[in-house]
C-alpha cells in the first residue's frame, strides 16, 4: 500500500535545531538598534549592509523604517544615521514608570537585608548623582522621607565619588572644576588637587567611603555599576558613620559582589551576528 502523505523537508523528528529569531525582520531591526553606541555612534548604509552581511537596498529600508518612527535621524549632508528622539523618549519612559528600580530593586534589598544597612542605587545626572531606588535595612529607612530621587552632588560622598572618579580626567575636569562647588560641611573637599587624589583611589581600590561630606549625619560606601568597561552609575550603603565605621571593611566584598550582579542585569543581550544579518 503506497504512502500518500505529503513529503516534508528539514530535519527529522527529534533532530536538534538551532535557536532562530521567532521574528527574523524584527530582530534585525533590534540588533541593528542595538548597534548604536558610544563607540560607535552613527552607522551609514554601506556600514550596516557590510557588518549585517545585507544587500544595500536591504539595509537602507532597514534604516528608513527605524528612522520612520523616530529611533534613528539622519544627516542630510553624510547621508548617516544616529539614534533619534524616540530612543530617548522610551528610556525616560522605562525609568519614570519604575521599569529600572523593579529591575535593581532585588539585588538591592539582598544587599540591605546582608549588610544591615540601607541599600540605593544612583545614576548620572548632570554634575550629580540621582537616587533612583533603595532598599531599607534591619532598622528601617535612613530619612523619614524615601531617598529615591535624591541628588548627591559630585564632589562630595561617596556616592557620587565613585561614579565621577571612574570618568575620563578631561571629562570629570569638565564637569566639576569650571563652576562652584558647595560646602555642606567641614569634611566637603572642594579643591581640585584633594578631589582628584579621592578619585584617584576609587579606581585604584574600586570603591569610595565618606563620612559626613555631604549629609553631616550620614557615611557612605559605594563602588562603580559598569556595563562592559564603561560605569553608569552606583551602588551604595549608607548608614549613620558609627553603623558603617566598625563594619567598613566587611562590607567591601558584599557590595563588589553586588555592583557586578547590577552590570550583568544592566548589560543588554547582544547578539552575534553573521551573514544575511541572522543573529545567534
Known amino acids: 500500500m503506497s504512502d500518500n502523505r505529503p513529503a516534508t523537508s528539514g530535519p527529522p523528528p527529534g533532530a536538534a535545531q538551532a535557536p532562530r529569531p521567532p521574528l527574523q525582520t524584527a530582530d534585525r531591526l533590534l540588533s541593528l538598534l542595538q548597534s548604536f553606541d558610544r563607540d560607535r555612534p552613527e ?3 554601506s556600514d550596516v549592509a557590510k557588518e549585517f552581511g545585507l544587500d544595500k537596498s536591504v539595509a537602507q529600508r532597514l534604516l528608513a523604517a527605524l528612522a520612520y518612527r523616530g529611533f534613528l535621524v539622519s544627516d542630510p549632508r553624510s547621508r548617516r544615521y544616529r539614534l533619534g528622539p524616540a530612543v530617548w523618549d522610551l528610556a525616560r519612559g522605562w525609568e519614570r514608570d519604575g521599569g529600572l528600580a523593579g529591575l535593581v530593586m532585588p539585588v538591592l534589598q539582598r544587599l540591605a537585608d546582608e549588610s544591615d544597612a540601607s541599600a540605593l542605587f544612583a545614576v548620572p545626572d548632570g554634575i550629580h548623582l540621582r537616587c533612583v531606588a533603595a532598599a531599607d535595612g534591619v532598622h528601617g ?3 523619614v522621607h524615601g531617598l529615591a530621587g535624591e541628588l548627591y552632588p559630585a564632589h562630595a560622598g561617596a ?3 565613585a561614579y565621577f572618579g571612574m570618568l575620563p580626567p578631561e571629562d570629570r575636569a569638565a564637569l566639576l572644576y569650571s563652576r562652584p562647588m558647595g560646602r ?6 572642594t579643591d581640585p588637587a584633594a578631589l582628584e587624589e579621592r578619585f584617584a583611589e576609587v579606581r585604584r581600590v574600586g570603591y569610595a567611603y565618606s ?12 563602588a562603580p555599576v559598569a556595563v562592559g568597561r564603561r560605569a553608569v552609575g552606583t ?5 549613620s558613620h558609627e553603623a558603617l565605621r566598625s ?12 555592583a557586578a550582579d547590577l552590570g550583568r542585569l544592566l548589560t543588554p543581550r547582544r547578539p552575534r551576528t553573521v551573514r544575511g544579518g541572522e543573529a545567534r
Open 43 to 45: 552607522w551609514g548604509v
Open 211 to 222: 563620612e559626613g561630606e555631604y549629609d553631616p549625619e550620614t557615611a557612605a560606601l559605594a
Open 235 to 239: 551602588l551604595s550603603v549608607v548608614g
Open 247 to 258: 563594619r567598613r571593611a566587611g562590607l567591601v566584598a558584599p557590595l563588589l559582589r553586588s
Open 184 to 189: 555642606f560641611g567641614g569634611r566637603t573637599l
Open 141 to 143: 529607612p535612613l530619612r
Open 159 to 161: 556616592t557620587s565619588r
